[in-house]
């Protein structure tokens, strides 16, 4: 069983910058794909990043150039670095960890409130 915690959301002026942080629990950090998605009000959670475990990064196209996902296999730990953030990324982020073995085992997070001023 893998517990995450997200940590890091805030306001921020439009322009500014946020480091979300993932922290997840267990020995098999180092198996899992990993990402961030995101769910604003009236809307379906969508995907903002992910980084494989093999390392392979994706990025949503209205959060590249902008966003930097990062994975930390020593210390446990998942980041989004966020930067030139704009009101449209007001969000609740959730992290996501996938296992694959001979199933698929998805685990989220509580989720972190990211809010952008304009």
């Known amino acids: 069983q893998v517990q995450l915690v997200e940590s890091g ?23 899992l794909d990993m990402g961030w998605y995101r769910q604003a009000p009236g809307q ?13 990064v994706d990025y949503a196209d209205s959060v590249k150039d902008r966003f930097t996902i990062s994975k930390d296999n020593a210390r446990n730990m998942l980041y ?4 030139s953030l704009k009101p449209e990324d007001t969000a609740v982020y959730f992290c996501n960890g996938v296992l694959r073995t001979t199933e698929v085992s ?13």
């Open 9 to 31: 959301g805030g306001l921020v002026q439009a322009g500014g910058s946020l480091t979300l942080a993932c922290a997840a629990s267990g020995d098999t950090f180092r198996l």
């Open 44 to 56: 379906e959670r969508e995907l903002v990043a992910r980084v494989t475990k093999h390392g392979r």
């Open 80 to 83: 989004l670095q966020m930067n």
């Open 106 to 118: 998805h685990y989220w997070g509580q989720g972190t409130q990211v809010t952008v001023s304009s």
